[in-house]
């Protein structure tokens, strides 16, 4: 990342990014509406990631997945904005 506006683009698409993670993972938590299309909206025909996380892997229940994984994001973020910059000279 050799210039600022680089460095904004990046921002903005990974906080574009983790923000939508988020809140499908607060729709996956807190709605049945938002679980039953999620499940009915796998690509090609597959199951979704968080589905086959929960049921095949972890065999725990979607929101529990989802509350994991918002919990990451939240964390990666907060560490995101907060963890010390390098000076680059």
């Not at 939508?20 to 090609?44: D, E, P, W």
């Not at 597959?46 to 990451?72: C, M, Q």
């Not at 010390?84 to 000279?89: C, E, I, M």
């Amino acid at each position: 990342t050799g210039s600022r506006a680089e460095r904004i683009t990046y921002a903005a698409t990974g906080a574009y990014l983790v923000g939508q993670t988020m809140v499908l993972c607060v729709g996956l938590i807190t709605s049945h509406a938002a679980r039953a299309k999620y499940a009915s909206n796998g690509s090609f025909g597959l199951t979704n990631d968080l589905l086959r996380l929960a049921h095949d892997h972890l065999l725990k229940p979607l929101p529990f997945v989802a509350g994991i994984v918002l919990v990451l994001a939240i964390a990666g973020a907060a560490l995101g904005l907060f963890w010390p910059r390098r000076v680059q000279g």
